[in-house]
Nanobody, 124 residues
Framework: QVQLVESGGGLVQAGDSLRLSCAAS????????MGWFRQAPGKEREFVARIRRPGYTLHYADSVKGRFTISVDNARNTVYLQMNSLKPEDTAVYYCAADSSYSLSTDVTSVPYWGQGTQVTVSS
């Protein structure tokens, strides 16, 4: 079983950038499909981005397309989410997610492994 720990959240201003990290332990990341979700105050948790092996196909929510980039460093067993041009509506707790099946679902109820989350707050 994999354990996921996120870091890199914080308080920034609109237009700024942040890079979130998700470090995996217990098993190598190469055995998992990985992604990011977020949950804003009073809202449901939602899909943000995922990276699918093999081929490293990337998939983004429309709300972050062109601003966020997901990547993986297999040597460091870490997944990243580079967030540029941040907006106040990006404010949320961001969660790393993993699945050992052939694909990471965008449906939160189907995701088996979660990190504890990291808070991102974007002020206007």
């Amino acid at each position: 079983q994999v354990q996921l720990v996120e870091s890199g959240g914080g308080l920034v201003q609109a237009g700024d950038s942040l890079r979130l990290s998700c470090a995996a332990s217990g098993r190598t990341l190469s055995a998992y499909q990985m992604g990011w979700f977020r949950q804003a105050p009073g809202k449901e948790r939602e899909f943000v981005a995922r990276i699918r092996r093999p081929g490293y196909t990337l998939h983004y929510a429309d709300s972050v397309k062109g601003r966020f980039t997901i990547s993986v460093d297999n040597a460091r067993n870490t997944v990243y989410l580079q967030m540029n041009s941040l907006k106040p509506e990006d404010t949320a707790v961001y969660y790393c997610a993993a699945d050992s099946s052939y694909s990471l679902s965008t449906d939160v109820t189907s995701v088996p492994y979660w990190g504890q989350g990291t808070q991102v707050t974007v002020s206007s």
